[in-house]
């Protein structure tokens, strides 16, 4: 083995080892809240906390884009034939690296519930963990999707891109 792919081989394995860090992070910080949301004080009586602050930085936070769960079985990214659809997919994808979790809705043209989905639309969440319940959609060149879905953390925002497609799915 080369010298450089070793060094690729390293730090993929340190990436991949970061990602799944945050990713128990995220899970531990849910549980916490979750327990800590059943024994809470009326917001009549309470006075405000930092976790609050928390929250509302947290909404402030932009995405970092995350490929981990892309979907290679039902991407047709490879039938991306146009510059213009090149361009709009790569603007896409920049905008909502900017979004965060409070202005996200602007690039989401719908909604695809795992307990609906039928079709390719049941295909995406084939390589999704179990706990994701819900793909966003943005569009386009009138029939292109962009799916990801979205994971709020304390200390940062994932967008997860699920798959591009140039086409619409069925």
Same mark, same amino acid.
């Given at each position: 083995?080369?010298?450089?792919?070793?060094?690729?081989?390293?730090?993929?394995?340190?990436?991949?080892?970061?990602?799944?860090?945050?990713?128990?992070?995220?899970?531990?910080?849910? $549980?916490?809240?979750?327990?800590? =949301?059943?024994?809470?004080?009326?917001?009549?009586?309470?006075?405000?906390?930092?976790?609050?602050?928390?929250?509302?930085?947290?909404? &402030?936070?932009?995405?970092?884009?995350?490929?981990?769960?892309? !979907?290679?079985?039902? +991407?047709?990214?490879?039938?991306?034939? /146009? /510059?213009? &659809?090149?361009?709009?997919? $790569?603007?896409?994808?920049? !905008?909502?690296?900017? =979004?965060?979790? !409070?202005? $996200?809705?602007?690039?989401?043209?719908?909604?695809?519930?795992?307990?609906?989905? &039928?079709?390719?639309?049941?295909?995406?969440?084939? =390589?999704?963990?179990?706990?994701?319940?819900?793909?966003?959609? =943005?569009?386009? +060149?009138?029939?292109?999707?962009?799916?990801?879905?979205?994971?709020?953390?304390?200390?940062? !925002?994932?967008? +997860? $891109?699920?798959?591009?497609?140039?086409?619409?799915?069925?």
């Amino acid at each position: 083995m080369g010298k450089d792919k070793k060094k690729r081989k390293a730090l993929r394995k340190d990436k991949a080892q970061e990602f799944h860090q945050i990713q128990n992070t995220i899970h531990e910080e849910n $549980v916490e809240r979750s327990i800590r =949301s059943k024994y809470k004080i009326p917001g009549s009586v309470a006075i405000p906390t930092i976790e609050e602050d928390l929250l509302q930085k947290i909404g &402030q936070s932009s995405f970092s884009l995350i490929f981990h769960y892309y !979907n290679h079985n039902i +991407c047709a990214l490879t039938k991306v034939n /146009t /510059t213009s &659809q090149a361009e709009q997919i $790569v603007k896409i994808l920049d !905008n909502l690296s900017k =979004s965060t979790p !409070n202005n $996200v809705h602007d690039l989401i043209r719908d909604s695809i519930h795992r307990k609906n989905a &039928q079709g390719d639309y049941a295909r995406l969440f084939s =390589s999704l963990p179990e706990d994701t319940e819900i793909i966003h959609e =943005s569009s386009f +060149c009138d029939e292109g999707r962009v799916f990801f879905f979205t994971i709020n953390g304390i200390k940062q !925002n994932f967008a +997860c $891109v699920v798959s591009i497609n140039p086409l619409h799915l069925s």
